[in-house]
């Protein structure tokens, strides 16, 4: 019998888990994918909202403002890349001034700090390289950038080593109600590979949401997959812009964006579609044109031939238009966190904070819970030699010279680093797991070079053979045929 089961272990699922994780509690999270951060999470802006988008009074809005004020904190304490560089939303007709307007007194309202409308001459000082034609600009200070890959990865580590067991490779089927003689109501969750009871469950499914939560409840939800397409730049035209640029937002979206990474790369995107396939992930030469004609509206001269990669994500759009958090009113026990689009990067520290509290408050009716005392709050990432001072590098390549290898010539990755990568809690297991954790393979040549030897490394720590090896767990070997 489990107190909490999570559904989903994108950022959402791992800030739940993690908050959880300062309590006294029996707590598991389900996670189909083979790694944290395979889903949502795993594609989007990587953009620290400052949370002048949202309604005022609307759940988005109260969790990006909470999110946006947490974040520079935790990134210290779980040691994750986050910059808050600020941001600007363009306008580009006097017009449209009176809507840029209502975008600051809503960001007022939210409790936004240090909204100001900027006019042309001190724009093009601030920014160079925006276009002639911009008028004014909304500039957001508390904007910032992170990396969504390490900030989900980091939550997740930090919630295993305070107790959550996390069950990757493992995804939900069905969730009951079910009356357990001993614990009074609860539910039973059948899985892939079994059938588990607790107390209370925690719907943080992403695209998904909808129908675990149509299983339990009578007041259906519908979640449409909304899908953006981005061009990721290469690093040596990073420093382009500074802050990240918005364009007037619409009722798809945000818009076309174009912004630093907190990597040093420059990324433009999304578009805005709504598909029915929820693993939808394709990219389309039209979705890709439309992200670069859109982006060099907002900045002159966007240089053409230095996209690295491209990619598409999936946001789960709930028809409110709102994220929809809380126990469920006719499936007492069960918690929603579902339809976390925009600003849900932004927003996931708080959601955490805030479920695992109703959650606890809803377990300490029929149980005591304390919370413990021996609570890990911090967590090293892993060692970055390109980024160190180089007397600490030379320290800690004579302690393991696996850090002096490079594998990954274009983000100077060392073998040091996939070691630690594989071996940390919840450690990588393909190479897209240790490309997020590592970045090896994100660079110009995209793993031209390195995948071969980071398969090597895979193969040797894991004691698989090289065949069984895969880019993202499942069927995505990397090799095929020889001999069976």
Request: with cysteine.
């Amino acid at each position: 019998m489990y107190d909490v089961l999570i559904i989903g272990g994108g950022v959402t699922g791992s800030a739940i888990a993690r908050e959880l994780s300062r309590y006294d509690l029996k707590t598991a999270l389900f996670e189909k994918g083979e790694d944290v951060c395979s889903g949502t999470s795993k594609a989007n802006s990587g953009i620290a909202h400052a949370g002048f988008d949202a309604a005022p009074g609307s759940w988005k809005a109260k969790m990006n403002i909470r999110g946006s004020r947490m974040l520079e904190e935790l990134s210290r304490k779980l040691d994750f890349p986050y910059k808050r560089n600020g941001s600007l939303v363009l306008c580009f007709d006097e017009k449209d001034r009176p809507h840029l307007e209502k975008l600051l007194e809503q960001g007022k309202k939210n409790g936004v700090e240090g909204l100001e409308i900027l006019e042309k001459k001190e724009l093009l000082a601030l920014e160079p390289a925006l276009s002639e034609a911009v008028v004014c600009a909304l500039h957001a200070p508390t904007g910032g950038i992170v990396c969504p890959f390490k900030l989900n990865i980091a939550l997740a580590e930090n919630a295993v080593v305070n107790g959550v067991e996390f069950h990757l490779k493992e995804g939900v089927l069905t969730v009951e109600k079910a009356d357990f003689p001993e614990h009074a109501e609860g539910y039973r969750v059948v899985t892939e590979k079994g059938s588990y009871e607790t107390r209370t469950v925690v719907n943080a499914a992403g695209l998904y949401g909808d129908a675990f939560h149509n299983q339990v409840s009578g007041e259906k939800l519908h979640i449409t997959p909304r899908k953006g397409e981005y061009c990721l730049m290469d690093k040596k035209v990073g420093r382009l812009v500074s802050h990240t640029i918005f364009q007037m937002p619409t009722a798809m979206g945000k818009g076309v964006l174009v912004t630093p990474t907190v990597h040093g790369n420059l990324m433009v995107g999304p578009t805005a579609m709504d598909i029915s396939d929820k693993e939808g992930v394709d990219t389309t030469a039209e979705g890709l044109d439309e992200v670069l004609k859109k982006a060099a509206l907002s900045v002159k001269s966007l240089p053409k031939g230095v996209t690295i990669t491209s990619f598409a994500g999936l946001r789960a759009h709930e028809d409110g238009d709102d994220f929809i958090l809380g126990e469920v009113k006719d499936a007492p026990g069960f918690f929603d966190a579902v339809g976390i689009e925009s600003p849900g990067l932004t927003s996931a520290p708080a959601i955490g904070e805030w479920m695992a509290e109703r959650v606890v408050e809803k377990l300490r009716v029929t149980k005591k819970v304390e919370e413990k005392r021996d609570f890990q709050e911090t967590r090293k990432d892993i060692p970055c030699i390109a980024s160190m001072d180089p007397a600490e590098a030379a320290e800690l390549i004579a302690e393991n010279p696996a850090y002096g290898t490079v594998i990954c010539r274009c983000e100077k990755v060392t073998e040091g680093e996939i070691i630690d990568a594989i071996r940390r809690p919840l450690g990588a297991r393909s190479l897209d797991g240790i490309k997020r954790r590592t970045r090896a393979g994100m660079g110009r040549c995209q793993a031209g070079f390195c995948s071969t030897k980071v398969m090597e490394i895979l193969a040797r720590e894991l004691g698989i053979p090289l065949e069984e090896v895969t880019k993202a767990g499942g069927d995505s070997r990397m090799l095929t045929g020889g001999e069976r």
